[in-house]
């Protein structure tokens, strides 16, 4: 079993630092210029299903890591691969996964350097998770943090939120809704180059201060972590929010709040005031920033809190997200 | 009980990358000259029981990605850690495996700067399965390689084989056995950067031509991999093996060959003939190190192919392992 898999990823990650079959890739960094800066992360894929529309698991383990990289403003590189799967596991599926994450990798330009596969009894792992650590390189002298708002910023997302998380819940079937909703997974370092190329082209190079990707709990739990971490309020305008109409309607059907809910090709990014028309701008240019818009704004009281202008002109607090998150939606 | 898992991280790991709380560690990286040289790998831990005598499934998971990252030669810097829990698994157990963690990375010098949790319905894994990944910088102009071993070459093993594996199939009790065997699990790279110091003091910094951890398949496995890629024969001595007696008689008992057992804190170097002694000697001056003995050497033919001379001076062949591995042994 173990021979059979790591067959299938030389064949299909194949590239020379794998080739190799030591147990670890090496490779020289560099910035340049002195000391390379590096950005390393790492996280486990557990999404049910593995399929989806849109995307699977494979996919997924890829753009997710490539994004966490790419929100430290640095240039994505290597991914690690670690594999725990069930005894019984159809190697069809597993073959199909393997090529995903290939073809993510490759349209990233992120290699795959180094794995690890383990088998577990039948009963004592769900079909299939993944761990993917990435590293990347930071060029500039960024440092991009989500205690860097200050008050009179304005907040961008880069598209429809909500797409990945309610896309999941419609594929685990609980209702039987026919949509045409599909995960947003996408890798997002060329949309984060662009920002910057466009503030420094501007002269601004420290205007923009924070980026995130609003998975796990979604923008609502993105802007309330902002917040929280810069000691200001986050106000937000009900109108400009993003969101699909089969999404919107989806989620009413599924009784979820699309602020809440995980995006995986989607981020947040806290810009100074003076920029900020001109990076939407230039982010509408990419791809993945198409509809990319300003949600709202950062203000000096109360510290902490996030709050959203409704539609009808009221105020309301977009609490952190308290009791269940939607399990195993990445 | 992600937020909960977070606190007891940054209570446990806490250092100033990680207390940033941002998705991603951001270091600097220099060799003190040109570009940095980096090894980078992962492993996933599942093995069972999860406490076992001289060890723990945390103290494994940042020992064994330590131990890969040496064998390249690179001093270890920083890890990631990735947990997977099943729902209700026991915060008690999770605090100590955790606390666990923090002493073998403070032990080993290496840093645990990123990570991420997930958490699964009960019945969907089976308690805890970390994943580490972990980077490390190249000082020297090393390349050890499995296809570097050469016709003349002595083979040294670290110390007394098979004490892992075997330690974790009695934990598992399914033979009631009484013994004092404890797991071997350790880091190696300070073992690894005194056999370079005392190469390059020889004159002989490209004297060591491969270095392993024979882990999952243990002494035999490992050394078929190298007499496979350097294609090579490589023939070992039953007498001088070292196996400890409790393990011999437990392995007998088990059915086990402690040649197929894994380790966890043992090196096997192929290391030029004219040095080999100086730098067993000075392994033994290292306390992970004090039982390293020469067990055999490189020959031409038949290429390939791992032998063994026998107590009573027979040879057998030492194949590949057929058929299963011992399950989540590490």
Redesign the interface.
């Known amino acids: 079993m ?1 021979e059979l898999v790591e067959g299938l990823f030389v064949e299909h990650f194949g590239n020379p630092m794998l080739d ?11 910035n340049g210029r ?13 999404v049910t299903p593995l399929f989806f529309s849109g995307g699977d698991i494979g996919r997924l383990a890829v753009n997710g890591t490539i994004n ?2 790419a ?2 403003g ?1 240039e994505p590189l ?1 991914l ?5 799967l069930e005894e019984g596991f159809a190697i069809a599926d597993l073959k199909r996964i393997v090529e995903s994450m290939r073809v993510a990798a490759d349209d990233a330009g992120v290699q795959i ?4 596969t ?4 039948k ?4 079909k299939l ?1 993944i ?1 993917t ?1 990435g ?2 390189v ?1 060029h500039d002298a960024l ?1 991009f ?2 205690s860097n708002a200050r008050a009179g910023d304005k907040v961008i997302v880069s598209g429809n939120i909500g797409d990945h998380g309610t896309t999941i819940m419609v594929a685990r079937g609980e209702l039987e809704l026919e949509t045409d909703i599909e995960s947003d997974t996408a890798p997002l370092h060329t949309l984060v180059k662009d920002m910057i190329d466009e503030a420094q082209r501007l002269g601004s190079a420290d205007a923009i201060r924070s980026l ?2 609003p998975t796990r709990g979604g923008v609502a739990t993105t802007l309330n972590e902002i917040a929280s ?1 810069s000691d200001v309020c986050i106000e937000i305008h009900e109108d400009t929010l993003p969101v699909r109409e089969e999404v919107q309607g989806a989620c009413e059907i599924l009784g979820l709040d699309p602020l809440y809910v995980a995006n995986e090709g989607k981020l947040i990014a806290i810009v100074a005031a003076g920029v900020a028309d001109a990076v939407v701008a230039r982010m509408r240019e990419n791809k993945y920033g198409k509809d990319s818009v300003v949600i709202g704004e950062v203000r000096a009281d109360p510290a902490g809190i996030v709050c959203m202008r409704t539609a009808f002109g009221g105020t309301r607090i977009v609490d952190m997200l308290t009791g269940e ?1 939607l ?2 939606i990445c």
């Open positions: 173990h190799r079959l030591e147990d670890q890739a090496v490779f020289e960094v560099s002195g000391p390379a800066r590096l950005a390393f992360t790492t996280d486990s894929y557990v966490d990289i929100m430290s640095a290597y690690s691969a670690g594999f725990i350097v180094t794995g690890d383990k088998v577990v009894e009963g004592t792992a769900d998770f761990n650590a590293i990347g930071i440092s943090s989500a995130r990707d971490s998150q399990p195993r």
